[in-house]
């Protein structure tokens, strides 16, 4: 009788360290792409065409963001390294439209839920690595979610560790470096310099907040599947 070989637990502190290591290696690629996906947004907010139109297209920008980061950084994991037009070129395939769909209902359910919290917070574990899952295993979207909790089962805790960490990492470091801008600047609150520094830290920690699902996507793949990075290896361009 065969048995499925495992690998020991990962840690919060392993998935940070990879995390960080790859937006570092990879700056150069994923800040650019960040900067450009959201771009519309940032226009949008600048002329102030109001809440509706400027949360609405914020909601599309950063859901590309979302599978442009995950899957550059499969492929960065897989030892292939990527470049910014392999990344942005990324959404000429068939299945864009479906990770764009599964995105945007991911967003709209938990920010549905945010006001309750717990249920929110549930749904970010629940779901963390639904989009790697769709890239990786070509699964639809009702597929992605089931596969999804499957993999964060009995670790959901620990990967909401992981986002919490992060965010406070960056919030805080972020947040001092963007006060100090603007103490320097001497910018008002609604200033056009104050929306582009906003802009430049906000895709910063872009860099590192959605490389996470692809590495607890691998990670949790490792230690419950015993499957090696090679088997997920993203081959094609």
């Given at each position: 009788?065969?048995?499925?070989?495992?690998?020991?637990?990962?840690?919060?502190?392993?998935?940070?360290?990879?995390?960080?290591?790859?937006?570092?290696?990879n700056?150069?690629?994923?800040?650019?792409?960040?900067?450009?996906?959201?771009?519309?947004?940032?226009?949008?907010?600048?002329?102030?065409?109001?809440?509706?139109?400027?949360?609405?297209?914020a909601?599309?920008?950063?859901?590309?963001?979302?599978?442009?980061?995950?899957?550059?950084?499969?492929?960065?994991?897989?030892?292939?390294?990527?470049?910014?037009?392999?990344?942005?070129?990324?959404?000429?395939?068939?299945?864009?439209?479906?990770?764009?769909?599964?995105?945007?209902?991911?967003?709209?359910a938990?920010?549905?839920t945010?006001?309750?919290?717990v249920?929110?917070?549930?749904?970010?574990?629940?779901?963390a690595?639904?989009?790697?899952?769709?890239?990786?295993?070509?699964?639809?979207?009702?597929?992605?979610?089931?596969?999804?909790?499957?993999?964060?089962?009995?670790?959901?805790?620990?990967?909401?560790?992981?986002?919490?960490?992060?965010?406070?990492?960056?919030?805080?470091?972020?947040?001092i470096?963007?006060?100090?801008?603007?103490?320097?600047?001497?910018?008002?609150?609604?200033?056009?310099?104050?929306?582009?520094?906003?802009?430049?830290?906000?895709?910063?920690?872009?860099?590192?907040?959605?490389?996470?699902?692809?590495?607890?996507?691998?990670?949790?793949?490792?230690?419950?599947?015993?499957?090696?990075?090679?088997?997920?290896?993203?081959?094609?361009?």
């Amino acid at each position: 009788m065969s048995t499925t070989s495992t690998r020991p637990a990962w840690t919060t502190g392993s998935a940070l360290e990879t995390s960080y290591a790859l937006a570092r290696d990879n700056f150069v690629v994923f800040v650019p792409a960040v900067l450009i996906l959201t771009a519309p947004s940032v226009i949008v907010d600048v002329m102030d065409f109001g809440w509706p139109i400027g949360w609405g297209l914020a909601f599309i920008c950063y859901s590309l963001v979302q599978i442009a980061l995950a899957w550059g950084a499969l492929r960065a994991m897989s030892g292939y390294r990527p470049d910014l037009l392999s990344v942005l070129r990324r959404f000429g395939r068939p299945a864009a439209g479906s990770l764009l769909m599964l995105c945007v209902v991911q967003y709209a359910a938990m920010i549905a839920t945010l006001i309750l919290v717990v249920p929110a917070c549930f749904l970010l574990a629940i779901w963390a690595v639904a989009v790697p899952v769709m890239l990786v295993e070509g699964t639809d979207m009702r597929g992605a979610f089931r596969r999804s909790a499957e993999l964060t089962r009995e670790r959901r805790w620990r990967v909401f560790g992981v986002y919490v960490l992060w965010f406070l990492i960056c919030g805080l470091g972020f947040g001092i470096v963007f006060l100090l801008i603007m103490k320097a600047l001497g910018a008002g609150d609604q200033s056009l310099l104050y929306k582009f520094a906003a802009w430049l830290l906000g895709s910063l920690t872009a860099t590192v907040l959605y490389t996470l699902p692809s590495v607890l996507y691998v990670l949790l793949r490792q230690e419950k599947e015993g499957t090696t990075i090679e088997q997920l290896a993203l081959k094609r361009d």
